[in-house]
């Protein structure tokens, strides 16, 4: 505990925040085309100010890597078939 004359400092909020209505919107990012939109819709928002550059680029570096972990992810998938196809003798 503190004593009486003691004051206690907390950070101070950042004041170059952007503030959502919604916190935690659900977008639909399963497809590359989904991913696709959405990094077009953050550079058309980023285009006419309604979000700051800084925050449009952290976006859409977070959507390239959500768009390369998919990719990897079809990639494999595609592997897998196709060996499994050539093990079964398949062609």
Known sequence: ?????????????PT??????DPTPRINLSTSDDIRREMARVYRETRFN???PANGAKLVYMLTNILKAYESTEIEKRLVDLEKGHLKGDK
């Open 16 to 21: 170059n925040t952007e503030i959502f209505e």
């Open 50 to 52: 309604k979000i700051s």
């Open 1 to 13: 505990m503190a004593p009486k004359n003691c004051t206690i400092k907390r950070p101070k909020m």
